[in-house]
């Protein structure tokens, strides 16, 4: 089973809507990741936090709102999304950013769908 | 820029045979680490095994096996006596080795749909 927790696992919106993903881990790792998937393609990264930091945002339209309140949590808000924005939302872990042989462990995903 | 390439879109094996799925890649880092992941239709991605570049000896976990040629820049995952469980989804991944804002990036290739017929 895997040790990053992700609730809800599916999410049925309305353009209109304000709703989370949550996002948790207890490996006491330092960077989390959020990545969004649409049907048959590999995952895109969104943003990376490192030691509760945002360090990296992938140009993600700002109706996609992260939040790491600390290090074992990590949240995506939601708020005026398009049906476009359907999809698996990952979220991810490793033990820190700074090293390319840091495994990246990932959640089950949060499936998607605005409606 | 980096670049993971997988050429199969899907690959079918006989339950208990070996099989292949290629990845190479493309970076001008001399630090960088490779991954595979598995991903079946329930969505959450799987780590399966790791390669450091630096790594000498290739990688193995259990009948997962990684054949890393360096100079030809290719990642082969090596999946011995499949099972009916094996039927996935699989991604090759790449982590760059140099800082970028703070944050390391992490690439996956396209994936290789892995079908095993009993």
């Known amino acids: 089973d895997t040790e990053v927790t992700q609730t809800p696992k599916h999410l049925v919106m309305g353009m209109t809507n304000k709703k989370s993903l949550k996002c948790e881990q207890h490996m006491g790792h330092r960077a989390m990741y959020w990545y969004k998937q649409k049907a048959k393609k590999p995952p895109e990264l969104m943003f990376v936090?490192?030691?509760?930091?945002?360090?990296i945002n992938e140009s993600v339209p700002s109706r996609f709102s992260p939040e790491c309140p600390n290090s074992s949590l990590l949240n995506l808000h939601l708020h005026a999304l398009q049906p476009e924005d359907s999809a698996l939302y990952l979220c991810a872990s490793s033990q820190s950013g700074e090293s390319s042989g840091n495994t990246i462990y990932f959640g089950e995903g949060s499936w998607l769908t605005v409606v | 820029a980096q670049k993971i390439t997988q050429t199969q879109p899907g690959m079918f094996v006989q339950e208990k045979e070996a099989v292949t799925l290629d990845c190479t890649y493309d970076?001008?880092?001399?630090?960088?680490?490779l991954f595979w992941y598995k991903q079946p239709s329930s969505g959450e991605m799987i780590f399966l095994i790791y390669?450091?570049?630096?790594?000498?000896q290739n990688a193995t976990e259990g009948r997962y096996s990684l054949n890393f040629q360096k100079a030809r820049k290719s990642a082969n995952l090596v999946i011995s006596a499949s099972q009916l469980g094996d039927s996935a989804m699989y991604f090759c991944a790449m982590r760059e080795g140099r800082r970028n804002t703070g944050g390391f990036k992490t690439i996956f290739g396209a994936g290789t749909r892995l079908f095993v017929k009993a």
């Open positions: 390669q450091g570049s630096y790594d000498e």
């Open positions: 970076t001008s880092d001399q630090s960088y680490g």
């Open positions: 936090y490192s030691y509760e930091k945002l360090s």
